[in-house]
């Protein structure tokens, strides 16, 4: 079972919006927050940890938490 080759999975998009379609009629979310539980939820946990590396550094803040990084742990950065 180990050897076997993995399944392909579908791009992210394909997936997204086949879950968003699912959440289509859940009450009490407007579509922007389906849309983001869906992606969240078809997501790999590759895939999300991309989402948030993208998002942080589109808001300019990676480069804050790796310097304060820097500074908190001087040893592993040798």
Do not use: Y
């Not at 859940?26 to 993208?54: I, Y």
């Amino acid at each position: 079972m180990k050897n076997e080759a993995r399944r392909k999975l579908p791009p992210l998009p394909v997936r997204a919006a086949r879950i968003l379609a699912r959440l289509k009629h859940v009450r009490g979310l407007s579509d922007e927050e389906k849309s983001v539980h869906a992606l969240g939820l078809a997501a790999t946990p590759q895939e999300r940890w991309d989402l948030f590396e993208n998002s942080v550094r589109s808001f300019g803040l990676l480069e804050a938490l790796e310097a304060e990084h820097i500074e908190c742990f001087p040893a592993l950065n040798r």
